[in-house]
Every structure is written in C-alpha cells, then in structure tokens.
Nanobody, 121 residues
Framework: QVQLVESGGGLVQAGGSLRLSCAASGSIFSINAMGWYRQAPGKQRELVAR???????NYADSVKGRFTISRDNAKNTVYLQMNSLKPEDTAVYYC???????????????WGQGTQVTVSS
C-alpha cells in the first residue's frame, strides 16, 4: 500500500508564495516521476509541473518562471515552490507519483488527496 500525503496549501494574497510538499510512503522500491496537478472549479485537472527521478522537469506554460518543482529521491518527496501567485492559481493541487515500483513487485500510479490553494486578489 502506497500513500501520498500532501501539505502546505492555504490562503495567500496575490504576489505571495507557498510551498507544497508531498511525501510517498509504503513499500516503495523506486518512483519514476512525481508531479503536481491542479483542478479549479468547473475545469479539468491539468499538469502544473513534473520531475523525473533523474531531475528532468517540465512545467505548464502558465507557471513557468514562477513555480519550481524539486525532489528528494531518498525521502520519496516532491516539493512545489510557488512564487508570485495569482488568483488564477486558485485550485486543488494534487500530487502524483507514476511508475511506482513496490515490493512485492507492482508498478502503479498513485494520487494524493489534494490540498487547497486559494489566492486572493
């Protein structure tokens, strides 16, 4: 059983910063990639940022230059530093881990429960 536990969401004024964390726990051998997605009311879930085990990253165009994703492979933890936040960043942010290899052997994808980020204007 693998669990992803997110933390760090909250309410912030426009222009402010927040840092999200997501820790994966369980019988994990390795994780291919970890990322953050978000879903605003009435909209589809979208990729915010993703980082591979080797450190390659990709970002949504809307957050480039403002958000930074990082990862601690030893702790199976991914972070999202969000700066210069805008009201349009308001959403529930979900952590994702894909290509999770566990013991006994399974390779699956997992999602966190989500954390609310609200940016006031």
């Amino acid at each position: 059983q693998v669990q992803l536990v997110e933390s760090g969401g909250g309410l912030v004024q426009a222009g402010g910063s927040l840092r999200l964390s997501c820790a994966a726990s369980g019988s994990i051998f390795s994780i291919n990639a970890m990322g953050w997605y978000r879903q605003a009311p009435g909209k589809q879930r979208e990729l915010v940022a993703r980082i591979t085990r080797g450190g390659s990253t990709n970002y949504a165009d809307s957050v480039k230059g403002r958000f930074t994703i990082s990862r601690d492979n030893a702790k199976n933890t991914v972070y999202l530093q969000m700066n210069s936040l805008k009201p349009e960043d308001t959403a529930v942010y979900y952590c994702n881990a894909d290509g999770v290899v566990t013991t006994p052997l399974h390779v699956l994808d997992y999602w966190g429960q989500g954390t609310q980020v609200t940016v006031s204007s």
